[in-house]
Nanobody, 128 residues
Framework: QVQLVESGGGLVQAGGSLRLSCAAS?????????MGWFRQSPGKEREFVAG????????DYADSVKGRFTISRDNAKNTVSLQMNSLKSEDTAVYYC????????????????????WGQGTQVTVSS
């Protein structure tokens, strides 16, 4: 089993920045996992935010965050991060990191239903 723990959420003003981190522990095979960040706000479905391939060479972003958010991973430290800049009120949500054991890469990784490992979530609130 893999345990994922997010940190770094909080309250920030619109236009500000936050950096979320996700640490993997347990029986980790972190470098075999594609990692994603998802978010969910009240009354809405969980949505894809960003993803990164097993070897940290390939990334993918939702159109709503492209150019503002950056996903990165450090396989030596079993961590994945999400740098969020130019935050907007509509970015307010609970953010989750997730892991999927896969050898593939593609748009299918935007589907939250495919991910087996999830963190508990961290709240991000952007005040306007």
């Amino acid at each position: 089993q893999v345990q994922l723990v997010e940190s770094g959420g909080g309250l920030v003003q619109a236009g500000g920045s936050l950096r979320l981190s996700c640490a993997a522990s347990g029986r980790t095979f972190f470098d075999s996992l594609a990692m994603g960040w998802f978010r969910q706000s009240p009354g809405k479905e969980r949505e894809f935010v960003a993803g990164v391939s097993r070897g940290p060479g390939t990334t993918d972003y939702a159109d709503s965050v492209k150019g503002r958010f950056t996903i990165s991973r450090d396989n030596a430290k079993n961590t994945v991060s999400l740098q969020m800049n130019s935050l907007k009120s509509e970015d307010t949500a609970v953010y989750y990191c997730a892991g999927l054991q896969t050898t593939g890469w593609g748009s299918f990784l935007r589907d939250a239903r495919l991910y087996r490992y999830w963190g508990q979530g961290t709240q991000v609130t952007v005040s306007s």
